[in-house]
């Protein structure tokens, strides 16, 4: 070790022997960043289940092609609009913009330029890591601020959302640069550190207002105090003006980017005074009274915000923090410690100097005043109540309260020194200094199997809960993996509406929509039909059996290749296994003006298959081998002079009237003399019922769901004057 430090350059090697905890800390910082990048990449491959990721991320790949709003152009904009996108028509066409400001997503681009988005999330939790290193030095010493790291990056809170693309952990990040500088412009009247300190809460307030309002509260606070102290003891000296020139130099750049930020809302919104996610929710907000946001609609009371607040406050302090109940009464020590060296007030307030710079116990102060503006402010907004409907919170954390984890690490870390100290000092009246530092060195690592147990308890469900949910979309996403994509659409189901990415958020489309694959949610066949017209590419659909739930388990997932027909009339084949213990059969052709019922001759049945020859013409739809039972239109069944669809549905009866349906609907395009069908059509399967949802739908060959079942189909143009058969990939 000391051949390496010797080497160094000499200043270099100089300052490793002067402060060789600085270099520590900087091993620690590096660390921390590595595993939230670890972390990002094996945890959330597939991102969390909280679908506000793919927004930013989205965000973040606009401002890469300087994109302030997505046009879809002559695209539906239903199909492809993302989660929690705004859609604006005011210029005449359809623009969407995200709901968040683009200053996390601004960050989250950084390391897409450095070749991976994860990198982003590295290099925040590293940049609030050294930032709360030096919070803990300048409040304590450097010994707490090496503590301070492992405390904040061993919280659960921490190490999850960091690793996810929220906005959370970069407003942090922003907000410690905040404190630091501030920290800096007051005990060395430096007016660069107080620009920096205006700089980096404006960008805080650009990410999230409400968040740096309350962070930047104690400081603000301090900043009034000291003007009221200075001009009360010495009136309009040079002092006074040397505090309100620090002030102005924080306020002028925090206010021009409010101004950047109040700008960015007039050009996205329409108006300086709305900001995005007021025009996507505007009942989404801070305050008491009735709030909604898509459709859920709660009576925040101040009943439910104290509820809602002594429930969070709980979560918060024992599962959410490093080693939960031991680092909060680690936290609580150091933050009596620190009370009682002060607890003299009126000595306090006497020895309060604001013209000489902050004292330690004044930086731990401002650091402890973050704790209460922060639980007391985010019981106003009602997020934290929805978070925990959700269950988002179960699995992140409770991510409103982040800022909170700053304080707390650093009082934890001051709780351990704190209690070293004590017992130094308590052992050593026995024996020498050094060998009372060992004694507690010894005692302190007897300890560390009882925090070690608690941190695997605070971990291990939000854990396992994550970890299970990623199994389960490694699963979803299973048939994209080794598939490469050229200029292609790709239909995707819609269990939450008409939301790109949400849930399949991994699926992301180029901002310009001309990357090698659009992803369109699948809807009507109207809406379909216009899709594939607009956007002229090799389509395929990529459909699920069973239920989503939200990755809680796994679904049975499929692409197909899909093809457009056109021609004078589609002839199509099915044929489908009888499922066992079937006794009788029905087939039906269904259409949005009528239906024909087909009779199934019970030797067919018999024979282990059924299949059924069909014609889609431009005008009607039939079936051409089976005798005609019934319907409303006889045996053709009239299309829409429209984009429609036309099913088939295929019912088979088992004794005590258990029945299994296979539908298969065809999206077409019926106009003049001819048919556009796209194909294959979405096959589902369901029991006693022939409306088939997702649930229980077999969609392929590997798909377990009834003994007998299987689906094989075939189209073909047919006329003389067939025009063409977009060929499958």
Sequence with gaps: MRDAIGRLPGGVRSGVREHPERVVAAGLVLGVGLLIYVLAIDLFPYHSVNDDEGVYLYQAAMLLESKLFLRPGDIPFEAVRPWFFVVDTTDGGVRMYGKYSPVAPAIFAVGQLLGDWNI?????????????????????????????????AGAPLFLFTSATFLSYAPATMLNVAFAVAY?????????????????????????????????????????LLSLGVVWRREGLTQSFRAVATRAVAIALPGAALVGVALAYNAVVTGDPLIFPYAAFAPRDGIGFGVHEILNYERNYTPALALETTVTITEYFFTEWVTAGSIGTGLAAIGAATTAWRARDLDTV?????????????EVAALLAAVVPAVFIGEAYFWGTHNGLRNGLIDLLGPFYHFDALVPVAVFAAAGIVAIARRAVRTVGGWMTPRSARVLVLVGLLATAPAVASAELAVLEDPLEANQRRTENLATTYEPFEDRTFDDALVFTPDPYGDWQAHPFQYLRYDPGYDGDVIYAT??????????????????????????????????????????????????????VGVPSDATSASVRIETPEGYARYSVPSGVVENGSVSVAWTIGPETARVTNLPYESGSRFRNVPLTDDRAEADLVMTFVGVGGSSVTYRQEVTLDARGDSVRVVWPPETRVCRLTTECGRAGTWVGPDGEYVSGVSVETSARAAGNDSVAATPTP
């Design 120 to 152: 982003a999330l590295g290099l925040v939790a590293a940049g609030t890591a050294a930032g709360v290193y030096w919070l803990a030095a300048a409040a304590f010493d450097r010994r707490v601020g090496l503590l301070a790291i492992p405390a904040l």
């Design 183 to 223: 920290v800096k412009a007051v005990r060395t009247g430096s007016r660069w550190w107080a620009v920096a300190a205006g700089i980096a809460t404006g960008l805080a307030f650009f990410c999230r207002p409400y968040t740096a309002v309350l962070f930047a509260s104690p400081f603000i606070g301090h900043t």
């Design 349 to 361: 307030i006497g020895r309060f100097d604001p013209t000489n710079g902050l004292r330690d116990g």
């Design 522 to 575: 699948d809807g009507g066949p109207e809406r379909d039909l216009r899709v594939v017209n607009a956007t002229d590419r090799t389509p395929y659909r990529f459909t699920y059996r069973g239920t989503w739930t939200g990755a809680e388990t796994p679904v049975n997932p499929e692409i197909k290749p899909l093809r457009v027909i056109e021609a004078r009339s589609v002839r199509a084949n099915t044929t």
